[in-house]
């Protein structure tokens, strides 16, 4: 079974410029949640998709959004780029929630200079 | 200005010896917890899970012990491998929120 994969791997944005992440769940699993990885926070966590809502959401501002498809794949959308958004974006994808086991991708290193 | 990146607590051991890891958790309504193998430029990799409803689990060469009463998790490591070396994170769950909640991580070095 192939692992969650996440595209691109690698990213280098200017500063007030918007980007999309996306995200491929394992097969058949149904939730997608993203989570922020930084030298500083640590990983927190930015929201949860299952069959296409949103179900739950951290504290970020509303610059970041996602959206999940019918075939459960997600994007992330970080619009209005700032110096600090420059992090590891990691997808964990889960079978119905996270509480069955939540399996990561290799993530997207985005840089905003 | 100098960015300050959280401090790792760190952990080194000797080939082949045992290794335990520790992580405490504050929500007493966390009910599942996960621990994760990170390696430099890579995602988080799933070890192992437990629920509240248990107090032991085992896996291949790993161990995840809850003692609830004191919020206290450990992933101990039967002999650790050079391939073990990497930052190892856990994670709990509880509450509505059903969102996982990472602990800091603990660096795990295995010298030969």
């Known amino acids: 079974k192939a692992g969650v994969t996440q595209t691109p791997r690698y990213l280098i944005k200017t500063r007030g410029q918007q980007v999309t992440l996306s995200c491929s769940p394992i097969?058949?699993?149904?939730?997608v949640s993203w989570y922020q990885q930084t030298p500083g926070q640590g990983l927190q966590f930015l929201f949860e998709?299952?069959?296409?809502?949103?179900?739950n959401k951290g504290n970020f501002p509303g610059r970041f959004s996602g959206r999940q498809f019918s075939n459960s794949r997600s994007e992330m959308n970080v619009s209005t780029l700032e110096l600090g958004d420059s992090a590891l974006y990691l997808c964990?994808?889960?079978?119905?929630?996270?509480?069955?086991?939540?399996?990561f991708g290799q993530g997207t290193r985005l840089t905003v200079v | 200005g100098e960015s300050v990146g959280l401090h790792l607590p760190t952990l080194s051991v000797q080939e082949g010896d045992n290794s335990i890891i520790n992580c405490a958790y504050s929500?007493?309504?966390?009910?599942?917890f996960i621990w994760y193998k990170q390696e430099s430029g890579k995602g988080p990799q799933f070890i192992i899970d437990?629920?509240?409803?248990?107090d032991k689990r085992q896996g291949q060469r790993v161990t995840v012990l809850l003692n609830k009463t004191v919020k206290h998790l450990s992933l101990q490591i039967a002999a650790t491998q050079p391939g073990d070396s990497a930052v190892y994170f856990c994670?709990?769950?509880?509450?509505?929120?059903?969102?996982?909640?990472f602990g800091s991580g603990t660096q795990l070095t295995v010298l030969p």
């Open positions: 097969s058949g699993h149904r939730s």
């Open positions: 437990i629920r509240s409803n248990m």
């Open positions: 998709y299952f069959s296409e809502t949103q179900r």
């Open positions: 964990a994808s889960s079978l119905e929630a996270a509480d069955r086991g939540a399996f």
């Open positions: 929500n007493s309504a966390s009910d599942y």
């Open positions: 994670a709990e769950m509880g509450g509505s929120a059903r969102q996982l909640t």
